[in-house]
């Protein structure tokens, strides 16, 4: 068998921004989208899950399945599969891929009424989960009333693993975009912020320029919190980078949606990305104290209007925290932590550094339990706060 060709995708270095406050009142929308929901696929023909609309999205695991399909297109195998069906009710012509989001070497059929192979693919674009090139996507796949068409999500050889699938009219998948939270599910306490990876690329053949977009959702209400607009993507290019997403001390006890989109902002939707995340519990001291979002899908390097130092997180912290400032030029610093007899207990930093976002982790685990202050000097501006380690 010959070898496949290696693409290494290049992941996009994240600088940290500051979006400014959102207000309540804006963007309102009537219910969360159902896209992204998870919807496991059959074993077999027999027992296909069904596409109940077009567009359709959403995520699952081969890992489990049996190897029941296999075409040459043009490797075998003996992967695990799974399988939709969709019955249209008009022609259609329709783009299938799993581009975003699926962290194994895939490989993607169509059947007509069982039997028939429509469409085969192994190889195509780029996964964000994925070091190459190994997804599949189909461009283009005519469906006619009165068939009813399977989707075989299968791996190459014996590669099994996580998907997501998108199925949507040929031409107006113009994007993809996905989201992947740090921790699932999500639970924060009232100040404290979560950590996601956001995904946008292109799956078509031709350059695209489109917005990536998204918010907060809580009480059927959206409130934006970051936007990328003229997003220019070559065929098959994608984007990736690590954001942060704060809560403020005052956000309600409850569930609430975390939304992307990519398109023409805000009217042209071509693909979104969901998942809910839950505030409960007690509000965190010194927490955040807006909705605020930290993070560049960009790879620009972007430098800071003014001077300012973030809330530890966590805080309270065991037994490392992380402490975030900011320059709007290159400065003498100065970041010390003292117990609260006013002592200095440790230096985190003492020197010229260069302009821009910065962080610093303190580990704290040969420290005894109690209140911390961390004090940022920059010039003649000084900032404190204060922190508690837990044991």
């Known amino acids: 068998m010959n070898p496949k060709s290696i693409l290494i995708l290049c992941y996009i270095s994240c600088a940290f921004l500051l ?36 567009p359709f ?32 009710a008009e022609s259609l012509n329709l783009s299938i891929h799993l581009c975003a989001g699926s962290d ?20 195509v674009c780029i996964s964000p989960n994925y070091p190459w090139d190994y997804v599949s996507s189909i461009e283009s796949v005519i469906m006619q009333p009165g068939n009813i068409y399977y989707v075989v999500v299968d791996g190459y050889g014996q590669s099994q693993g996580n998907y997501t699938i998108d199925i949507a ?39 695209i320029v489109t917005d990536a977009w998204g918010g907060v959702i809580y009480n059927g209400n959206y409130f934006q919190q970051f936007a990328y607009n003229d997003i220019s993507l070559d065929d098959g290019e994608a984007l990736t980078a690590h954001t942060w997403q704060n809560v403020p001390m005052w956000a309600p006890q409850g569930t609430y949606g975390y939304i992307a989109y990519c398109g023409d902002q805000p009217d042209t939707k071509c693909d979104s990305a969901m998942f809910s995340f839950t ?13 605020s979002f930290d993070g560049n899908f960009l790879g620009e390097e972007l430098i800071p209007t003014k001077f300012a130092m973030d809330n530890a997180y966590p805080n309270p912290f065991n037994a490392t925290t992380t402490i975030s400032y900011q320059l709007p030029v290159a400065s003498s610093v100065n970041l010390d932590i ?17 302009a821009g976002y910065h962080s610093v982790s303190w580990d704290a685990s040969n420290y ?14 000084v900032i404190t706060k204060r922190m508690t380690l837990l044991k």
């Open 19 to 54: 979006i400014a406050p959102i207000s309540y009142g804006n963007h309102l929308q009537d219910s969360i989208p159902t896209q992204h929901i998870t919807l496991q696929g059959g074993d077999t023909v027999e027992d296909a899950v069904e596409i109940p609309s077009i």
């Open 57 to 88: 999205s959403t995520s699952g695991t081969t890992i489990g399945y049996n190897n029941d399909y296999d075409e040459m297109c043009p490797y075998t195998g003996q992967a695990p599969d799974v399988v939709y069906y969709y019955e249209p």
């Open 104 to 123: 194994y070497d895939t490989k993607l059929y169509v059947y007509e009424n069982e039997y028939i192979l429509v469409e085969c693919n192994d190889d």
């Open 169 to 207: 009219e040929f031409g107006s998948l113009c994007c993809v975009v996905d989201m992947w939270p740090d921790d699932d599910p999500v639970i924060v306490n009232p100040g404290e912020r979560f950590g996601l990876t956001g995904y946008i690329g292109n799956s078509t053949s031709d350059l």
């Open 279 to 291: 505030v409960t519990g007690a509000r965190l001291a010194d927490g955040a104290t807006e909705w």
């Open 338 to 354: 003292y117990n609260v007899l006013g002592q200095r207990v440790t230096t985190l930093v003492n020197g010229n550094v260069e």
């Open 368 to 381: 005894s339990s109690g209140v911390y202050f961390y004090k940022l000097k920059i010039g003649d501006k």
